[in-house]
């Protein structure tokens, strides 16, 4: 069966309250103590599997989780054991997940990709455990049915009652303070409007770590997990999918790109590469949101607005601390003072993506992604060939002239080549041919398309870094002559480097259109 849930992470000064209003007359306690099996290699784990054993209602449950859509759908597949014992008596070694009982076709399909079905239980072995005390109850909005779950506990290494591995000298367990909350029955989109209602009242904030996860960054001696790029293997489309589904299935895909950076920086992590990847996913969602308009009724023009601003913030910060690692130490290099930007931003991340708007944003863009398909909504394939072939032209224009054009002109030149390389990402399962249609066949022509953006793109890139650069320092010697140097170095580079971009973008017009 699927699940439609949502987890969050509780800020530590709502932690008290929030379990006070969780914990009414109709909620339940409960403990619940799983232990996770895997191979050595964490097999399972690289396909997003997570398998357990866990005791809960006096019984013990073999449950196994895929990663779904990778937003808050996933495949969940129960099954009770025939075991005796509580967590505090039962012999872990007893503990054997019965492979056999796991019958759906596509599971099995991922098991055997692993190893053949015989042999992978002699394979799994314990990896981590988790035991937490869970309150729950169960509400209605308007027809559906929602459970809330307030878990704190704790994921650690080996067994549940065993002392610090010796030969693990670091991290081996870590707190859990979440929250779910659960469609059992009913519309997604009531699931969504509770969910908001509480990301509000408690400014909880999205998480995509699972207990499963938490328990593989403590195998790997880590805290928070590591940035994740866009994934576009897993955009699967048809060709003639109609407009609505094809920007619900865009946005999903923008997704799975936003959601786990920005988990681990509102986690805490200081990753500028999460920053960097939660700004590209932010970046094509506003690409699709801007260049797709075919779901007008369904879309809160707000979202856009929230987007930029937190797109902006996260921008401030990445651009300070590209100067810190990256440009000055250069500078530095070829005779500069030094010129400190550690202390020049403002908003951190972890405040930018915490905040309540882009939390409830983020929710409301999930709900969209759930919302059934109008059936009289008109097919993808032509409005975005249309696209695709305006802005080619656009960028084709601009080659020739784009040493002369102004600093805004040059950024909008910059800006329509993401955006063209993003819709062709997005597009490029509409145009496979019938017969060549698979994944590799797809990639190659798309492929064979961005060898002729990538380069330009690049230029463009450190261009535009050049020209933040320049307009940073030069506000920056304002207060410290130190700057001055560098005003002059990114002044003397200019004229080359925006001739260098024209002659990058020539070659633009020479890609071999797959539309």
Same mark, same amino acid.
């Given at each position: 069966?699927?699940e439609?849930?949502?987890?969050?992470?509780?800020?530590?000064?709502?932690?008290?309250?929030?379990?006070?209003?969780?914990?009414?007359?109709?909620?339940?306690?409960?403990?619940?103590?799983?232990?996770y099996?895997?191979t050595?290699?964490?097999?399972?784990?690289?396909?997003?599997?997570?398998?357990?054993?866990?005791f809960?209602?006096?019984?013990?449950?073999?449950?196994?989780?895929?990663?779904?859509?990778?937003?808050?759908?996933?495949?969940?597949?129960?099954?009770?054991l025939?075991?005796?014992?509580?967590?505090?008596?039962?012999?872990?070694?007893?503990?054997?997940?019965?492979?056999?009982?796991?019958?759906?076709?596509?599971?099995?399909?991922?098991?055997?990709?692993?190893?053949?079905?015989?042999?992978?239980?002699?394979?799994?072995?314990?990896?981590?455990?988790?035991?937490?005390?869970?309150?729950?109850?169960?509400?209605?909005?308007?027809?559906?049915?929602?459970?809330?779950?307030?878990?704190?506990?704790?994921?650690?290494?080996?067994?549940?009652?065993?002392?610090?591995?010796?030969n693990?000298?670091?991290?081996?367990?870590?707190?859990?303070?979440?929250?779910?909350?659960?469609?059992?029955?009913?519309?997604?989109?009531?699931?969504?409007?509770?969910?908001?209602?509480?990301? +509000?009242?408690?400014?909880?904030?999205?998480?995509?770590?699972?207990?499963?996860?938490?328990g593989?960054?403590?195998?790997?001696?880590?805290?928070?997990?590591?940035?994740?790029?866009a994934?576009?293997?897993?955009?699967?489309?048809?060709?003639?999918?109609?407009?609505?589904?094809?920007?619900q299935?865009?946005?999903?895909?923008?997704?799975?790109?936003?959601?786990?950076?920005?988990?681990?920086?509102?986690?805490?992590?200081?990753?500028?590469?999460?920053?960097?990847?939660?700004?590209?996913?932010?970046?094509?969602?506003?690409?699709?949101?801007?260049?797709?308009?075919?779901?007008?009724?369904?879309?809160? *023009?707000?979202?856009?607005?929230?987007l +930029?601003?937190?797109f902006?913030?996260?921008?401030?910060?990445?651009d300070?601390?590209?100067?810190?690692?990256?440009?000055?130490?250069?500078?530095?290099?070829?005779?500069?003072?030094?010129?400190?930007?550690?202390?020049?931003?403002?908003?951190?991340?972890?405040?930018?993506?915490?905040?309540?708007?882009?939390?409830?944003?983020?929710?409301?863009?999930i709900?969209?992604?759930?919302?059934?398909v109008?059936?009289?909504?008109?097919?993808?394939?032509?409005?975005?060939?249309?696209?695709?072939?305006?802005?080619?032209?656009?960028?084709?224009?601009?080659?020739?002239?784009?040493?002369?054009?102004?600093?805004?002109?040059?950024?909008?030149?910059?800006?329509?080549?993401k955006?063209?390389?993003?819709?062709?990402?997005?597009?490029? *399962?509409?145009f496979?041919?019938?017969?060549?249609?698979?994944?590799?066949?797809?990639?190659?022509?798309?492929?064979?398309?961005?060898?002729?953006?990538?380069?330009?793109?690049?230029?463009?890139?450190?261009?535009?870094?050049?020209?933040?650069?320049?307009?940073?320092?030069l506000?920056?010697?304002?207060?410290?002559?130190?700057?001055?140097?560098?005003?002059?170095?990114?002044?003397?580079?200019?004229?080359?480097?925006?001739?260098?971009?024209?002659?990058?973008?020539?070659?633009?017009?020479?890609? *071999?259109?797959?539309?």
């Amino acid at each position: 069966m699927h699940e439609l849930e949502l987890k969050f992470a509780v800020p530590s000064y709502q932690q008290n309250v929030l379990r006070k209003n969780i914990d009414t007359k109709t909620a339940q306690q409960k403990r619940l103590s799983a232990y996770y099996f895997d191979t050595p290699n964490q097999d399972l784990a690289k396909k997003g599997i997570a398998l357990r054993i866990r005791f809960e209602d006096s019984q013990w449950v073999q449950t196994l989780k895929t990663a779904g859509d990778g937003v808050a759908k996933r495949v969940e597949l129960n099954t009770v054991l025939s075991l005796t014992g509580t967590p505090d008596t039962l012999d872990v070694s007893s503990l054997v997940p019965d492979i056999s009982l796991i019958t759906e076709q596509a599971v099995v399909a991922e098991l055997t990709s692993i190893m053949p079905l015989d042999e992978l239980p002699q394979a799994l072995t314990v990896q981590y455990f988790t035991d937490v005390q869970r309150t729950s109850r169960q509400i209605k909005k308007n027809n559906s049915r929602i459970e809330i779950a307030y878990d704190i506990g704790k994921v650690g290494i080996g067994h549940l009652n065993s002392q610090k591995p010796a030969n693990n000298p670091g991290l081996t367990q870590s707190d859990i303070h979440e929250i779910e909350f659960e469609l059992l029955e009913g519309d997604p989109s009531d699931l969504i409007e509770v969910a908001k209602t509480w990301c +509000k009242k408690y400014k909880l904030y999205l998480s995509t770590v699972t207990k499963a996860q938490r328990g593989s960054l403590l195998l790997a001696n880590k805290q928070f997990a590591e940035p994740v790029k866009a994934d576009l293997a897993v955009l699967q489309l048809h060709k003639g999918i109609s407009q609505f589904a094809f920007l619900q299935a865009v946005v999903n895909n923008c997704l799975v790109q936003i959601l786990p950076n920005a988990s681990a920086i509102a986690e805490g992590s200081p990753d500028g590469n999460l920053v960097h990847q939660l700004r590209v996913g932010i970046r094509r969602l506003r690409t699709a949101l801007k260049h797709f308009k075919f779901a007008q009724d369904y879309i809160d *023009p707000n979202w856009l607005m929230v987007l +930029k601003q937190t797109f902006s913030l996260l921008g401030e910060y990445r651009d300070k601390e590209i100067l810190q690692i990256k440009t000055q130490p250069l500078l530095e290099s070829v005779g500069a003072s030094h010129v400190e930007w550690s202390t020049a931003v403002d908003i951190m991340p972890i405040d930018a993506v915490r905040a309540n708007d882009f939390q409830i944003l983020l929710l409301e863009l999930i709900g969209f992604t759930h919302l059934p398909v109008p059936a009289d909504s008109p097919k993808a394939k032509a409005p975005v060939a249309k696209k695709l072939q305006k802005l080619f032209t656009a960028i084709a224009a601009a080659s020739d002239k784009f040493a002369s054009l102004d600093t805004e002109s040059q950024h909008g030149v910059r800006k329509d080549l993401k955006s063209l390389r993003y819709v062709s990402e997005f597009a490029a *399962p509409l145009f496979a041919s019938q017969n060549n249609g698979k994944k590799g066949k797809k990639a190659t022509k798309l492929n064979a398309f961005l060898q002729y953006l990538e380069p330009a793109q690049d230029v463009l890139g450190e261009y535009n870094d050049n020209v933040v650069g320049h307009a940073n320092y030069l506000e920056k010697a304002k207060t410290d002559p130190n700057a001055l140097f560098a005003v002059g170095w990114f002044s003397g580079r200019e004229q080359a480097s925006s001739e260098q971009c024209a002659v990058s973008l020539k070659t633009v017009k020479n890609a *071999p259109k797959f539309w």
